[in-house]
């Protein structure tokens, strides 16, 4: 199974400020996922990571409030930019290996004043 | 979109058998299920993934009937860290993504 470690694990920041969330995993994987949870709700996807091209959105989010990277297979970071106390959540880095079952990370969580 | 519709909640006793039943009306031929468990704090963990009948592992079995437009998690005795949030979903291999649904909140009592 794949082990999968974020950086922040939590932070505190001020209204219009970014935060660059960093996700290491341990093995090969194909895809790379990031995700949102508000506490108490589900999760929500926010994009696919795609290695060395620009990431897949889902509706509703975009480029350049949540810009995401994957130089390589096993690294990825997302970005919340110009952040706003709606910004608020956990975020959590999700990786599908080989065998198609996917794992998640511990998640960051963030709160936005 | 993968939608699946399973219980808002659960309430069981330490010991017993918990089966929780997820639909899936809408399932695809090639799609699989999987089960996850999320608890406080934490990403969620993945149990149990199946295409038909019936898969067992060290921690749970998951019934698939032939139609496949349900699924049940069967938790044999269940202990007091079993308390946490199950999310049933479904999905095609390769690029295909996992879509959450709200999940079923598991509360097992002593």
């Known amino acids: 199974s794949a082990v999968i470690s974020q950086k922040p694990s939590r932070d505190i920041c001020q209204r219009g400020t970014s935060l660059t969330i960093q996700c290491q995993v341990d093995?090969?994987?194909?895809?790379m996922f990031w995700y949102r949870q508000q506490p108490g709700q589900s999760l929500t996807l926010i994009a696919t990571a795609n290695q060395g091209s620009e990431a897949t959105y889902e509706s509703g989010f975009v480029i350049d409030k949540f810009p995401i990277s994957r130089p390589n297979l096993t690294f990825s970071t997302l970005t919340v930019s110009n952040m706003s106390p709606e910004d608020s959540s956990i975020y959590l880095c999700?990786?599908?290996?080989?065998?198609?079952?996917?794992?998640f990370g511990p998640g960051t969580r963030l709160l936005v004043l | 979109l993968a939608k699946t519709t399973q219980p808002i909640s659960m309430d069981s006793y330490e010991g017993q058998e918990v089966n929780i039943t997820c639909s899936h009306n809408n399932i695809a031929t090639n799609d699989y299920i999987t089960w996850y468990q999320q608890f406080p704090s934490q990403g969620p963990r993945f149990i149990i993934q199946?295409?038909?009948t019936k898969v067992t592992n060290e921690v749970a079995s998951l019934f698939i009937p032939a139609d496949r437009k349900s699924s049940t998690l069967s938790l044999p005795r269940v202990s007091l860290s079993d308390t946490a949030v199950y999310y049933c979903?479904?999905?095609?291999?390769?690029?295909?993504?996992?879509?959450f649904g709200a999940g079923t909140r598991l509360a097992v009592h002593p």
């Open positions: 999700s990786a599908k290996d080989p065998q198609e079952t996917q794992y």
């Open positions: 199946g295409y038909k």
């Open positions: 979903l479904h999905f095609s291999g390769g690029y295909n993504k996992l879509i």
């Open positions: 093995s090969q994987v194909t895809m």
